[in-house]
């Protein structure tokens, strides 16, 4: 094999996801943002999609080989097409549950008293479902379902979602998944890597596995093999791994750009070329998205509430400038909401010796009842302005949200990084 011939310790381009491998791209990173603020959330769905081969299983374990076991159970289903009571067995099957029946009502009791006692033992639990395009919709109609189970206002169950780009679009389209949608807090496409980024990618397998430089490889290879794959990591690991093959069998030490042909000539006669190669994507129309529905989408979209911004349409120095004024508008409403805070006591500390001493007139008089009813009228009013204010903050805080988050995107865009160069 071709890693003897290299003095390689172990297969370097392995199809199986091994998070040993793991390489953060552009695209892997923003991922493994989302799902680390989804995650920490402790609740809901968290959704990624992307391409086959594009990396969503090793990405997940990755991420999953940095959790505590003893903080968090994890329980991986990988589905076929299965209906609404088969996914409840098999996620009962998952976390290792022993259903005593054979009925759904058996398995979903099991698996409350399951997700009871893992959070009574301080562990929260996450169920991960992959090729979830395969799942029907009353299969996720279920999985909402058991998002529901909770201990007191406690959550018992997270699950995280992979699946091809098809599932995106029923998850979006499908107007029996409202209620899902509602739940999802955090969503992303992994798209393919960038045309700069294979080389690195390359390279870190091949160190992984003790890469001394033998091969070399000569510099455009990385961009023919960026156009043949479209930059997706499982197509690149096929193609580097036959190329190494060749290089092992012709006794080469330098990779270059008649070898790759020769590779890439190979799996046309083979067949597997359309494996390999990107293919065409027909083009759809946009799907419209109620702003209420999804919290947070791919590569880094603004919350839905707001429309997204390129990142070329603002610099440094206006996103330092929207984020001071920002602030300098929330200190001012806070400061507003304290003084009204500080009047409101005053005056209700005041309208309660008011209440008394209108009390006892009103009692002599028999005019009670409409002192009462003035007093109850003036309280209300200050109830309404104190509402207003806390609305005024509120909003204000949504809006330094928006901004940051704009300002996070422009800046791993490599955007920030230029300018400030």
Known sequence: MFDDFYGLDARPFQLTPDPAFYFESLTHRKALSYLGYGLAQGEGFVVITGEVGAGKSTLVAYLMATIDPARMTAANVVTSALDGEEIVHV???SFGIHVAGHDKASALGAI??????????????????????????????????????????QPLLQTLLLGQPEFRGTLLESDQLEQLRQRVIATHHLGAMQAKEIQPYIEHRLTCVGWQGNPSFEPSVFADIHEATGGIPRRINQIVNRLLLLGAVDQRSHIDSEMLAQVMDELSDDGALALVSPQPVAETAPVSVPAATVQYSASFEQPAAFAPVPSDAINAAAAIELIEAALADRDTQIGELQSAMVELAAAAEAREEAFAAASAVAAADHGESEAIAALQADLAQAAAQTAKLEARLDEQSRTLRHTLTMLIEWIESGDGQRSAA
Not at 128 to 150: C, G, K, P, T, Y
């Open 112 to 153: 409350e008293a399951f997700l009871h006692e893992e959070a009574r033992a301080g562990r929260r639990s996450l169920l991960i479902v992959d090729e979830a395009q395969n799942l029907s919709i009353s299969a996720l109609e279920e999985l909402r379902m058991l998002s529901n189970f909770q201990l007191g206002s």
């Open 91 to 93: 996620v009962a099957q």
